[in-house]
């Protein structure tokens, strides 16, 4: 038993097995664990099942392959296997299944420590993120403390900090007064010293405002002086510039005196030279060369030349230090003003054309050339100036893609219009609207698209200035998103609601059409348009600006908002062409002189006619809609004044001459309990709303119509058999065709009203005449 019992334990007791022991199966435990890691982490399939790559993969009773059958595997031991081999086979697996859950646990046991470490690690992090938020409040607080005390010294310093930069103000114009005043002495001193550079210094700074001012009697004063000590001191230096070294003091060197007398003097000549050259060719009389020769000019020969004095300079007069420097800024300064009018002045003669390669490649050659004299000549400032009329002109470039893309649109509504005239002038089908929609949407997003990739061309990499903060920040956001596409979709729904304003009657000369189109046009860009091209500027220009951005649903809310102006006003402009006809074969009309009926009028067939070319016209730009449930008899019933029982009680009275009163109280008090109906009610996107925003414009006008006219007997006969002939048609374009029936009942009722007479046509009759008509 004990024998049996430790064979049933031990892996190696078993019959067939290696007679070495325990001590022999380890490594061969190990290896099948390894080899189970390497299969888990798919590194070699064979080694880890434990047994060569031979064996088919696909074969179902191979215990370690991916297509194991237990039943197959039994069935196969039953059938080749005596019973001791079963046997052994068992006690080999329970072997092997005890083998690997040891393995298991061993791997569980090794990564148990570092599981618990990680635990801690992150208990730790959230127990440091607590105090960091903690800390951050605190400090957020004390910030918020000190805002407010800056706040408070700031207000109450703020009258005193005005009157003291007032007065710094006024004390600086009067030592700008007392040097003018105190000028021809201190030249004068400056000669008597021998301190010559120091008089020209003095003489520069003063020049420009003296020359402004020079009409004023007491700065024409100091101006005449200073010009007579100029002189004076121009002829002495000119004399010991003559007389040779050897009579030069040790306050003057020689370098001195060249550089004051002839050195700025003949490079200023060449410098001007040059611009007047450039002056020559924007003159009126010689056609002007295109951007890129002009700036090749102006860099090869007036940038090439500063660069040339600036070198030059700085090699003879460096001796002169800060106050050199200085001077060579304000030389520079000076013929640089007028070389960027020149240049600001060319640029202005491209802003008309539509194609931007041929000025980005001039502006980028402009600013690579003024890099050299800029690293030259810092303080003259001659970068910064060259980056600002760079940036200037992208400004002016995005305006006028801006009024481009407003004239491209309202292009199109000028060819929508002329393909919507055409066809009453020359007698012909033209295009539908649904083709005329797309045409225009197509138009205007490849419009967008073009000047985006226009504007693109100031942020190309190979561009020198494509790198300045402004054109990797304000040009993509404020310029050319805010700016230019956002600006233009504001204004195309600006531009489509002023056809809503239009003055007059039937809105102006605007073609219903055409405010249908635009609706429709706005309500795409809502739903979907915008947003793509949002999405495709932000794509192309990579904003790396936090200025604020106008949201896209902002921009879908304001284009639905139109769409919605502009459809109301299509039912509105409708409803009243429609309404116009009714009015004026009511007004034109004696009622009570009329002959009996014997067909419907032809303004009613006019009016379905009508009614059902605007279902069509809108029908090709909008879906059905959603209608109430029909009755079966919507085309069968017949108007009468005593058609319901609500009539009845109302005008049955009326035949009873003691009570004429008591017809008018009972309609009113009918019409309390009556349902009401909202004629002017918002208007939705589907074409069943349309049609009965325009129905009941129509019908409402009819009824108003009526109540001011008064009725023959045959002309109430006429009103009864004019109402069923509307209601045939007018019921299928409304949403609820009850909405028909009370209108029309109301106009028979009160044409009942309004007639001495009211005797009613029977309504066989009635049937008979519409059928015919």
């Known amino acids: 038993m004990a024998a049996a019992a430790t064979a049933g334990s031990s892996p190696g007791s078993g019959p067939g097995d290696s007679p070495e022991g325990p001590e022999a199966e380890a490594p061969e435990r190990r290896r099948k664990a390894h080899g189970m890691l390497k299969l888990y982490y798919g590194l070699s399939e064979g080694e880890a099942a434990g047994r060569p790559a031979g064996p088919d993969p696909l074969d179902p009773t191979d215990l370690n392959g991916a297509h194991f059958d237990p039943e197959v595997y039994l069935d196969k031991l039953r059938r080749e296997c005596p019973l001791a081999q079963l046997m052994d086979s068992e006690t080999d697996m329970v072997r092997q299944i005890r083998a690997l859950d040891s393995d298991m646990q061993t791997l569980v046991y090794e990564n148990y420590n570092k599981f618990i470490s990680a635990t801690d690690t992150i208990r730790k992090m959230k127990n440091d993120f607590r105090k960091m938020e903690d800390e951050m409040d605190r400090l957020a607080t004390n910030m ?147 951007v890129l020769e002009f700036t090749d000019h102006g860099g090869s020969g007036f940038v090439g030349g500063l660069c040339q004095v600036a070198a030059a300079y700085q090699e003879l007069f460096a001796a002169q230090g800060p106050a050199g420097a200085e001077k060579l800024a304000a030389f520079t300064r000076e013929l640089g003003s007028r070389y960027f009018a020149l240049v600001e002045r060319r640029l202005a003669q491209e802003q008309g054309g539509g194609d931007n390669s041929l000025l980005v490649r001039a502006l980028d050659r402009f600013h690579r050339r003024l890099r050299a004299p800029g690293a030259l000549l810092a303080a003259a400032g001659l970068t910064d100036a060259a980056t600002e009329i760079v940036e200037r002109v992208a400004r002016e470039r995005l305006g006028h893609h801006l009024q481009g893309l407003r004239a491209a649109f309202l292009g199109c509504l000028t060819d929508v219009r002329q393909a919507l005239a055409a066809p009453r002038v020359a007698g012909k089908e033209g295009p539908g609207l649904a083709e005329l929609l797309a045409n225009v949407a197509s138009s205007i997003l490849s419009h ?47 531009t489509a609601q002023s056809f809503c304003d239009s003055p007059g009657e039937k809105g102006g000369a605007t073609p219903p059409a055409l405010l249908l189109l635009l609706s429709r046009l706005c309500l795409d860009y809502e739903t979907a348009t915008i947003s793509y091209i949002l999405t495709l500027t932000d794509e192309q220009f990579l904003v790396q600006d936090q200025s604020p951005v106008t949201p896209v649903s902002t921009l879908c809310a304001e284009a639905r908002e139109t769409a919605r102006r502009l459809l109301t006003h299509y039912v509105k402009v409708q409803g009243l062409v429609i309404s116009q006809m009714l009015r004026k074969s009511v007004e034109t009309r004696d009622w009570l002189s009329t002959l009996e009926p014997r067909n419907v009028r032809a303004v009613m067939k006019r009016v379905v006619e009508d009614t059902t070319a605007i279902d069509v016209q809108v029908g090709l730009l909008y879906e059905e809609g959603v209608r109430k449930a029909q009755s079966s008899d919507s085309s069968k019933r017949t108007f009468s004044v005593y058609s319901s029982s609500r009539q009845q009680g109302r005008y049955a009275p009326s035949y009873t001459p003691s009570a004429p009163m008591d017809t008018n109280l009972l309609s009113n008090i009918q ?38 006219r008064t009725f023959g007997r045959f002309g109430l006969q006429q009103v009864q058999v004019d109402c069923h002939f509307l209601q045939l048609y007018l019921w299928r374009f409304v949403a609820d065709e009850e909405l028909v029936h009370l209108l029309l009942d109301e106009v028979v009722a009160s044409a009942a009203l309004r007639c001495p007479d009211p005797v009613p046509m029977e309504p066989s009759v009635v049937e008979v005449i519409c059928e015919r008509g």
């Open 144 to 290: 918020a403390v000190i805002t407010d005390f800056s706040a408070r010294i700031s207000a109450t310093l703020q009258d005193r900090h005005e009157r003291i930069t007032k007065l710094a103000g006024v004390h600086a114009l009067l030592r700008k007064l007392q040097f003018l005043f105190e000028l021809p002495s201190r030249l004068t001193k400056c000669v008597e010293l021998g301190a010559y550079g120091q008089a020209v210094r003095y003489q520069g700074r003063a020049q420009a405002v003296l020359q402004q001012y020079q009409h004023l009697p007491s700065f024409r004063a100091i101006q005449d002086d200073c010009q007579v000590i100029t002189a004076r001191l121009a002829q002495q230096l000119r004399q010991r510039f003559r007389c040779g070294p050897s009579s030069l003091t040790p306050a003057l060197p020689p370098a001195e005196c060249v550089e004051l007398l002839l050195f700025l003097a003949h490079a200023r000549g060449r410098l001007e030279e040059e611009l007047r050259s450039l002056e020559a060719e924007l003159g009126p009389s010689p056609p002007a060369p295109d």
């Open 448 to 494: 967008i698209k073009a000047s985006l990739a226009a504007v693109h061309l100031f942020t190309a990499k190979e561009v020198s200035f494509s790198n300045k903060p402004y054109f990797r920040g304000e040009f993509c956001s404020q310029g050319v998103r805010e700016g230019l596409i956002v600006g233009f979709i504001r204004s195309m729904c600006q």
């Open 671 to 708: 019409k309390l309990f009556s349902e009401r109906i909202d004629v002017f009610s918002p208007v939705e996107f589907n074409k069943v709303s349309v049609l009965t925003g325009i129905i009941k414009i129509s019908l409402k006008t009819l009824l108003e119509c009526v109540r001011l």
